[in-house]
């Protein structure tokens, strides 16, 4: 999960009103705007894991739920694409009841950096010395969305092929100055930015954890 750049809404959600239409009304030609829109924010990534979800495991996801705040169906800032994987992300924050939404970490508005880092064992955690506010906010995240368990596994096997470099380039860090090794680790981070996961390929990359 990282900072997202919301752009402007689909002209097609203002054809829809609340009390008036439901989220099935929505056309096919709608929903491909909608996505079009969507993908130019997230990339082809899940808002919440960073997996690939250009081959249409997706769906558009409700940040808060259509049952808890009807008033939200066809808010823009509402909407955000997920993965369907049923143990993670949306469609595992939509069987979960016992949070509150103001408690998870809203991507679009939040930088989740500054409250997870990712280790290079695939895991993810609350970062060290955070504010008690924060640091539910950041325990909720991982609970709600799921973040760590089966994605732990699926993460590891996209970072493992960077441990290595990482410890390379930390080694270089050690005996060289900075204008001969920072270069290298800036090369190795615009080559990840726009691969699934890049966020914790660039946690071990950077030796966050």
């Not at 402007?8 to 929903?31: E, F, I, T, V």
Request: hydrophobic fraction near 30%; proline fraction near 5%.
């Amino acid at each position: 999960m990282h900072k997202l750049q919301r752009g402007n809404a689909p002209d097609c959600l203002s054809n829809y009103q609340h009390g008036k239409d439901n989220w099935g009304n929505l056309g096919p030609d709608d929903r491909t705007a909608i996505w079009r829109e969507l993908d130019a924010m997230q990339g082809q990534r899940c808002a919440y894991c960073e997996s690939d979800i250009a081959d249409g495991n997706k769906h558009i996801e409700h940040f808060c739920q259509k049952g808890r705040d009807p008033t939200a169906t066809f808010l823009w800032s509402n909407l955000f694409g997920s993965c369907n994987r049923e143990e993670s992300c949306g469609k595992h924050k939509d069987r979960r009841i016992s949070y509150l939404p103001t408690d998870l970490l809203k991507p679009d508005e939040d930088n989740p950096e500054h409250y997870l880092v990712f280790a290079a064992d695939g895991s993810v955690s609350p970062r060290k010395n955070l504010s008690p506010v924060d640091q539910r906010r950041a325990t909720e995240t991982l609970r709600i969305f799921n973040l760590n368990r089966v994605l732990r596994h699926i993460r590891f096997r996209e970072i493992a092929g960077y441990v290595q470099t990482a410890e390379e380039i930390a080694e270089l860090a050690k005996h060289y100055p900075e204008s001969e090794w920072l270069p290298l680790l800036q090369d190795e981070l615009a080559k990840i930015s726009h691969l699934p996961f890049a966020t914790a390929i660039k946690h071990v990359l950077t030796r966050q954890a």
